[in-house]
């Protein structure tokens, strides 16, 4: 039980890590003069790791968080259908970014929040056994 | 043997103006948090070109971008804790950082490149700032907790 909510809170600062370089790789496409092509390729890895981080949450009974996994999971699919709509409907296309933020704040609330449930249980399973009281 | 007790923060001016200076620095620090939400959302607009080529990103940047010094000013009018403070300062250094990236862009593309990620810097650090500051001051006129 422990393992699994270790991994669940490494799996969601790893989303959290992939997040930031996406985010760097979308700022070489923009002012670095690279292309968006990195930004796409990488954009759809990233979009695979919420799912692990689902299953891992659902691995390690979360609980409310599983539920916020399950929208973190919903709202980087949509991230990577919004630049499809771009011809069709740009104003929503342009809602890109802001989607981007929500993903980057909603992925850092369950880091932490998945950590300090880990914590929780390395903190039950090590505190010291009180000695029993003997008759003298 | 008396113990020393660490001394709550002392607000720089009157009792009157810090209650005033602090809830000023709520609304002004959550106004920010807005205008850095709508800034991303006018990223996407010019990169998607939803309404033609247009530069509504960066003139937005310079129209909100003064809400950080007087973020600092309020801070130390509502004589806020240090940590606070020194949060708000960061806030502003960093601001100043993220309009000045994109101008090196020809010249060092790879430092350019960071604006991205110190954007999510800088909203993360506003979200923090804004929500670190209760609404209603504390008794002496500091803040709450």
């Known amino acids: 039980m422990h393992i699994s909510r270790v991994v669940f809170a490494a799996l969601a600062w790893l989303f959290v890590g992939l997040v930031v370089l996406q985010v760097f790789y979308a700022g070489m496409g923009l002012l670095g003069g690279a292309g968006m092509r990195q930004h796409v390729e990488f954009g759809y890895v990233v979009s695979g790791v919420p799912i692990l981080v689902l299953i891992a949450a659902g691995a390690a009974r979360a609980g409310q968080l599983a539920v916020y996994s399950a929208g973190l999971l919903l709202i980087t699919f949509v991230q990577t259908v919004l630049p499809l709509l771009r011809d069709d409907l740009p104003f929503v296309a342009a809602l890109h970014p802001v989607n981007a933020l929500a993903i980057f704040w909603l992925g850092l609330f369950i880091a932490r929040r998945a950590t300090a449930f880990a914590r929780q249980r390395a903190e039950e399973t090590t505190e010291p056994v009180q000695a029993q009281p003997t008759a003298t | 043997m008396p113990v020393d007790r660490p001394h709550p923060p002392e607000p720089m001016a009157g009792n009157d103006v810090a209650p005033i200076a602090q809830r000023g620095f709520v609304i002004v620090a959550w ?115």
């Open chain 2, 31 to 145: 106004i920010l948090v807005g205008c850095l939400v709508v800034q991303f959302f006018l990223v996407g607009l010019d990169l998607f070109e939803a309404i033609g080529e247009s530069e509504l990103h960066r003139d937005f940047a310079y129209l909100y971008g003064w809400l950080t010094p007087i973020l600092v000013l309020l801070a130390m009018l509502a004589g806020l804790p240090r940590r606070v403070l020194l949060l708000t300062v960061a806030l502003l250094a960093l601001y100043a950082i993220q309009t000045y990236l994109p101008t090196i862009a020809d010249i060092l593309p790879r430092i350019a490149a960071l604006h991205a990620i110190n954007a999510l810097l800088v909203f993360w650090l506003a979200v923090e700032v804004a929500r670190s500051v209760p609404w209603i001051p504390g008794p002496t006129g500091t803040p709450g907790r």
